[in-house]
């Protein structure tokens, strides 16, 4: 139920999606590619406003770079 969604650790969450802060979203998209992704799709909002601020908080955290 709800509680056990509350008391998850965070470590499940990062496995699960990019969910949590930057450097969460970021440790996400590092375990996709250390198990051989080399695409990752981000869906924001349904809401303009709230993807438009969504993106720019991804880009701010410079989430898109790409390795060198």
């Known amino acids: 139920g709800v509680d056990g969604l509350l008391g998850a650790p965070d470590e499940w969450w990062r496995e699960l999606g990019a969910i949590g802060d930057a450097d969460d979203v970021v440790a996400h998209v590092e375990a996709l590619a250390a198990a051989g992704a080399d695409a990752v799709s981000f869906f924001p ?11 720019d908080q991804l880009v701010a955290a410079d989430i898109f770079r790409r390795p060198e």
């Open 45 to 55: 909002s349904k809401d303009p406003a709230e993807a438009i601020a969504e993106l």
